[in-house]
């Protein structure tokens, strides 16, 4: 993601509930040499999937149509906050009063 956050892709693989499907996605992704930025996956439920943000979008792209996955993605915002108590209840604010839903949520370690 980029330093001071703004829009980014995110893409959604819908995978099996199986032994393997991860390391599946991101070797086909590891191969050409794309950075997973981000990533979060619901495997136990009725439609897993893998959710992740990576360095090069094109390319990540090409990869998942030509390795057959089944994906969408779409544009989400990546915010950059300080490593401090409260913050997120400060951002969360803020997007609750421009009326911004929060459908997926991110929570990244410390530069």
């Known amino acids: 993601m980029e330093d001071g956050g703004g829009i980014v892709k995110q893409f959604t693989i819908f ?37 992740l943000v990576t360095n090069d979008v094109q390319t990540t792209e090409k990869v998942l149509k030509n390795g057959g996955f089944d994906f969408e993605f779409k544009e989400i915002l990546s915010i950059e906050m300080p490593d401090r108590p ?26």
Not at 30 to 50: F, S
Not at 86 to 110: C, D, M, W
């Open 15 to 51: 995978i099996e509930s199986k032994i393997g499907e991860l390391a599946k996605v991101s070797e086909a992704i590891g191969r050409r040499g794309i950075n997973i930025k981000a990533i979060v996956g619901e495997i136990y439920r009725v439609n897993p999937y893998i959710k």
């Open 86 to 111: 409260g913050e997120l209840a400060k951002i969360a604010k803020q997007l609750a009063k421009a009326r911004i839903n929060v459908e997926s949520l991110y929570i990244l370690g410390q530069k």
